[in-house]
């Protein structure tokens, strides 16, 4: 695996991915790195925009410009990505004196106003820890808005399925009475997602504040893009996507402006070329059956594949 490299020319960045580069971060402004991509051109577009909150990253603190950037900033990304591929945008909330704004609502009504790009899910990703508010229920959630360009698109369910709660469990009734009722392969991990967010003592945690967990990008890019294909991330930060893409055999495009986390970035990527970078791999196990629970242990004539766990 060639190693990732950073590049202050965007056409540079996107050539040496065409070259067959497994990894590149353009240090600039996303949108001269999509002005230089050519039309259909990855796979998968996955990032976390910053939310306008004043942040140490951030240049604004008002929901107006997350607005804007993003009224300008959607027609690139659908005319950059391929038919058939898939975007999947990670926001939260615009908090301001107590005041909160959902932003995925903002970025859907962007989103509705090109025709070809088709909700499929909107993930619900909950986590333990968190700020605690004293003037309203402390926020513990986030959201994953999933578009795909056009009626048919990439989506491997198998990639992704989890253990069966009640591996066991059977029909109860019927000509399968008796027979094992679940898929032998695990189940559809659903849209609620509980994966660890990346504070202090996370073994993922960098100098970013609002650093997003591998796995949460994992999942994603095994269920919405196949092996050797382009993942996109305009707002990289220290390159968790390129990480998880890295990791599932993919190849990985960023652009971030702060030159630290780019820094930062290119270690792990690199890192990961040679298997050293320190992650927490999307969860598999659910559930841990007691030995009495009868119902949660798979009888012997029922095959459970173990490969993807």
Not at 153 to 169: S, T
Not at 238 to 266: D, K, P, T, W
Request: proline share 6%; hydrophobic share 40%.
């Amino acid at each position: 695996m060639k190693k990732a490299r950073v590049y202050r020319r965007p056409q540079v960045a996107v050539a040496a991915l065409e070259k067959g580069l497994s990894a590149a971060i353009f240090h600039g402004d996303c949108f001269d790195l999509l002005r230089a991509m050519p039309d259909q051109s990855v796979d998968l577009i996955i990032s976390s925009p910053p939310y306008c909150m004043g942040k140490e990253y951030e240049s604004d603190n008002d929901l107006a410009t997350f607005q804007t950037s993003h009224a300008l900033l959607m027609p690139q990304l659908v005319r950059v990505l391929r038919d058939g591929g898939n975007l999947c945008w990670q926001v939260g909330w615009h908090v301001k004196n107590g005041i909160a704004a959902p932003l995925d609502y903002f970025v859907y009504a962007e989103m509705a106003k090109h025709e070809t790009m088709l909700l499929r899910n909107r993930i619900i990703w909950t986590f333990g820890h968190g700020l605690h508010c004293t003037n309203r229920f402390s926020g513990r959630h986030e959201t994953v808005l999933w578009f795909s360009k056009g009626k048919n698109y990439e989506f491997d369910l198998d990639a992704v399925r989890v253990r069966q709660k009640y591996p066991g469990k059977t029909y109860s009734h019927g000509p399968k009475r008796g027979l094992p009722s679940g898929n032998p392969l695990g189940k559809n991990p659903g849209d609620v997602w509980e994966i660890p967010n990346v504070k202090a003592n996370h073994i993922e945690k960098s100098d970013h504040p609002c650093q997003f967990p591998v796995a949460l990008v994992q999942r994603l890019i095994r269920a919405l893009s196949k092996r050797n294909e382009i993942v996109l991330d305009p707002f990289c930060g220290v390159a968790s996507a390129g990480v998880a893409a890295l990791f599932e055999n993919r190849r990985f495009l960023g652009a971030e402006l702060s030159r630290g986390y780019v820094s930062i970035g290119v270690k792990r990527l690199n890192d990961m070329s040679v298997g050293k970078t320190k992650f927490r791999p999307v969860e598999r196990e659910i559930y841990v059956p007691k030995p009495t629970e009868k119902v949660a242990i798979a009888p012997a004539n029922y095959f459970i594949s173990t490969e993807r766990y």
